[in-house]
């Protein structure tokens, strides 16, 4: 939790009652600074082994830059049979699943950090930020700096 904004909202309120002002709303919901997912939460629901170890290995590596091939050559399948099962267990293809793991975890990055945009872009498996920022607005309907912008005004009390 966010125990800084939480209570930092609370003597806010309190100091706004003692003064005879109301509240600017009845309650407030101050988003967690970080999950941290657990393995048991790590659940896809598909019965095929090899889909699975692929999706996995994807979300543990993708902030390394791997690409479709890295994720081939870790399975026990060839590139055509291992692509087939993407589409009809995901509707995505290898590549597609890692850039959507990709800005997944550059969102986790620009809610919960101060990293640059670059940074940002570097550790979520990206060479450049201009290339990051297209691919994420494409992907998110916004731009990497809203998507940030949207998570502070979640902590910004008046």
């Known amino acids: 939790p ?11 309120w309190l100091n706004l009652r003692m003064h005879g002002k109301e509240l600017p709303y009845n309650s407030l919901l101050v988003p967690p600074v970080q999950i941290h997912e657990r393995g048991s939460t790590d659940v896809i629901a598909c019965d095929d082994p090899d889909f699975v170890a692929a999706i996995r290995y994807i979300r543990s590596h993708v902030q390394e830059g791997i690409d479709a091939q890295a994720v081939v050559a870790k399975s026990r399948l060839c590139r055509s ?42 550790s979520s498996g990206f060479v450049t930020a201009s290339h990051f920022s297209r691919v994420f607005k494409k992907i998110q309907g916004i731009t990497p700096g809203a998507c940030r912008d949207a998570a502070k005004s979640h902590h910004v009390v008046e």
Not at 88 to 108: F, H, L
Request: glycine residues 4%; positive net charge.
């Open 81 to 122: 049979s291992l692509e087939n099962r993407f589409r009809k267990y995901s509707g995505r293809s290898i590549k597609e699943e890692i850039t959507r793991a990709r800005i997944a975890y550059a969102v986790v990055l620009l809610r919960a950090t101060s990293l640059t945009l670059q940074q940002v872009a570097e």
């Open 2 to 12: 966010d125990a800084r904004t939480i209570g930092y909202t609370a003597a806010h």
